[in-house]
């Protein structure tokens, strides 16, 4: 069975950075934290916050320096007033996840910007110090350890935020141009960045992100490659979980269940599930991830119908639902509710190929099943109304899967309806129509 395909809401409620305020030169920003360093080797200036706080912030600006006085959102002729003294190093045509961007060179930094113009990303060629942001993050730490009185609290725990929030924006960035193994460790540090003191406020958004990006990594590969990262999914879903962030309608718990799925564990798959309804029974995620697991456990169909209700209701207008009901009418045996499924499917959406790829094959394995038991009955009487039957059938399924194959853009699904239809017009390859509609299909069934 084709299972159900839901729309994946990614990285929903993340801060993308706004203007920026002028930012230092490379040099000056270098500068500033050899002097802050130098400043910690003193014993005397190490024991007050405020060399620590000075510090991390000289990182900070450190991090912000090399991506230039660009931001996020700002226009093409914007920057270029704004940036009339920075050197353009060259202009290049660059795609990136199927998107094409015009790429701008500077000193430090690529700026990508979209086909309306629009900065989209920027790429930093030349870090002023690595690692930056885990520097600053040290630093404001170690401020937070020698601040005994509390005096430098607010401080700490705005730089805190800050670095936080900074470590999600290089995540969203990652994942923008494709990295998500880099994505997912970037949300996670941003995460375990906002938990610290004095801040202490979990950016329960960053935790749900690095476990959806590791989950989307693992969806990509097969096997032993997928088996660890969606075990840190489930690490970082479970956490989020723990933390009662359950993500939008309960995605959470629908993530759960898939990554339990996957490996293996049934058992665990179905109670995520369940726990997910009862807390979220509206949750089309949790809905459609109960009906593949009825369906591919084999368990009582009327708690699968009871759930489809429930899920026509949610997208009225989603005809998949009804292609899954219909096969399972027509696993149940219940000919006329299935094609009545089919048939909504064409209702709502005449042009989802899979409601007559329902009724084809049912049609089809009907004749099929008539033919044999016409093979084995001796009355001839009996044996011409089963032929009527097993013909009529069969012709009946050449329509909709005719249907299928001029909407299908799916190469294989294509070949595989041309077998059937194949199939089909040979038994009446007599009339020249089928004939010629028999030479058609062959001709693709068989690649050519």
Request: aromatic share 10%; charged share 25%.
């Amino acid at each position: 069975m084709k299972k159900i395909i839901i729309a994946l809401a990614l990285l929903a409620g993340v801060q993308i950075a706004g203007a920026q305020q002028q930012v230092k030169s490379l040099s000056a920003a270098k500068s500033a934290v050899e002097s802050a360093v130098a400043a910690t080797q003193n014993a005397k200036k190490a024991a007050n916050p405020a060399t620590w706080l000075k510090l991390g912030q000289a990182y900070i600006d450190a991090f912000n320096a090399p991506q230039g006085n660009g931001w996020i959102g700002a226009s093409e002729n914007e920057l270029n007033l704004l940036m009339s003294r920075d050197k353009v190093l060259g202009v290049r045509e660059e795609t990136v996840q199927g998107k094409p961007y015009t790429v701008k060179s500077y000193e430090s930094s690529d700026y990508y910007f979209d086909q309306n113009g629009i900065l989209s990303m920027i790429k930093v060629t030349k870090p002023v110090v690595e690692n930056s942001l885990g520097l600053a993050l040290d630093a404001f730490k170690q401020a937070y350890a020698v601040d005994a009185k509390g005096k430098k609290t607010e401080d700490i725990a705005k730089g805190i935020k800050d670095i936080s929030e900074k470590l999600s924006n290089e995540a969203v960035n990652a994942y923008t141009f494709g990295n998500l193994e880099k994505a997912s460790e970037l949300f996670e540090a941003a995460a375990d960045a906002s938990v610290l003191a004095p801040f202490a406020q979990l950016d329960t958004n960053s935790l749900y992100n690095a476990g959806l990006t590791a989950w989307m990594l693992a969806s990509s590969k097969q096997g032993e490659e997928a088996a660890p990262w969606y075990q840190r999914a489930q690490k970082l879903f479970q956490k989020s979980l723990d933390n009662n962030y359950m993500g939008e309608n309960g995605e959470v718990f629908a993530k759960l269940a898939d990554i339990a799925d996957k490996l293996g564990d049934k058992a665990l798959s179905k109670e995520y599930l369940q726990k997910g309804f009862a807390a979220f029974p509206g949750s089309q995620s949790i809905i459609v991830g109960l009906i593949n697991y009825y369906v591919n456990a084999g368990e009582d169909p009327n708690e699968i119908f009871k759930l489809l209700d429930l899920a026509k209701a949610n997208e009225p207008n989603n005809a998949s639902l009804y292609y899954v009901e219909g096969n399972i009418r027509k696993d149940l045996g219940d000919e006329a509710a299935a094609l009545a499924a089919y048939d909504k499917c064409a209702e709502i959406n005449p042009n989802y190929e899979y409601g007559y790829v329902g009724r084809g094959i049912l049609l089809y394995n009907k004749a099929v099943d008539l033919q044999e038991k016409g093979s084995n009955e001796m009355d001839d009487a009996k044996y011409q109304a089963i032929m009527q039957e097993f013909e009529a059938s069969l012709k009946g399924c050449i329509e909709p899967f005719e249907k299928a194959f001029e909407l299908t853009k799916a190469d294989d699904v294509k070949t595989s309806i041309a077998q059937f239809l194949k199939n089909a017009c040979f038994r009446f390859r007599t009339d020249p129509e089928y004939q010629a509609k028999y030479d058609k299909y062959n001709a693709v069934a068989n690649g050519q």
